[in-house]
T-cell receptor, first 115, second 111 residues
Framework: EAQVTQNPRYLITVTGKKLTVTCSQN?????MSWYRQDPGLGLRQIYY???????DKGDVPEGYKVSRKEKRNFPLILESPSPNQTSLYFC??????????????FGPGTRLTVL | QQQVKQSPQSLIVQKGGISIINCAYE??????FPWYQQFPGKGPALLIA?????SEKKEGRFTISFNKSAKQFSLHIMDSQPGDSATYFC??????????FGAGTQVVVTP
């Protein structure tokens, strides 16, 4: 089944404790992206990757890191989480960044709470 | 700055009625105009999308109307069903692949 998977689905942690949220897709997509969803703000892009070893900042990159060593994986790293990073996180992927009707597929989400 | 303004925030419609959600944008470089549907506990899923060279697209009970000069597009849900109860997001896309999400509209369809 074609899908985007994220782990963990739920995470409660404390301020300053490094964590990684994994994202994997099995569709051989070039483009991957991370978004965070907060009430009243919709989803905002954190980082994106056009292909392996090519990453760039989105609208809200502060406090996050990413890497793209393999085409299928795009982990999100919080080196020193803070309470303002409490949010619902989504990973998404598409064949390419642009192109007509080039759908982005979203993972199931990771709910992160930073105490 | 808020590049995408979506309205209304929420709406309640009776079964069989019409739901209309509007989206206004500022960035003329957007090249693709999708609507996403999200159910509680799930990720957003593409519902319907339109290219900027088309003024209307219909898929079943869902229609997008696009007005390039006004920089607006809307989603119409005809014959609304209880299963349509969800949050809907407009999310125009730029050439770098970024979806610029609106704040979302919570739709409740009453039986």
């Amino acid at each position: 089944e074609a899908q985007v998977t994220q782990n963990p689905r739920y995470l409660i942690t404390v301020t300053g404790k490094k964590l990684t949220v994994t994202c994997s897709q099995n569709m051989n997509h070039e483009y991957m992206s991370w978004y965070r969803q907060d009430p009243g703000l919709g989803l905002r892009q954190i980082y994106y990757s056009m292909n392996v070893e090519v990453t760039d900042k989105g609208d809200v990159p502060e406090g996050y890191k990413v890497s793209r060593k393999e085409k299928r994986n795009f982990p999100l790293i919080l080196e020193s989480p803070s309470p303002n990073q409490t949010s619902l996180y989504f990973c998404a992927s598409s064949i390419r960044a642009s192109g007509s009707y080039n759908e982005q597929f979203f993972g199931p989400g990771t709910r992160l709470t930073v105490l | 700055q808020q590049q995408v303004k979506q309205s209304p925030q929420s709406l309640i419609v009776q079964k069989g009625g019409i739901s209309i959600i509007n989206c206004a944008y500022e960035n003329t470089a957007f090249d693709y105009f999708p609507w996403y549907q999200q159910f509680p506990g799930k990720g957003p899923a593409l519902l319907i999308a339109i290219r900027p060279d088309v003024s209307e697209k219909k898929e079943g009970r869902f229609t997008i109307s696009f007005n390039k000069s006004a920089k607006q597009f809307s989603l119409h849900i005809m014959d609304s069903q209880p299963g349509d109860s969800a949050t809907y997001f407009c999310a125009p896309r730029d050439s770098w692949g970024k979806l610029q999400f609106g704040a979302g509209t919570q739709v409740v369809v009453t039986p």
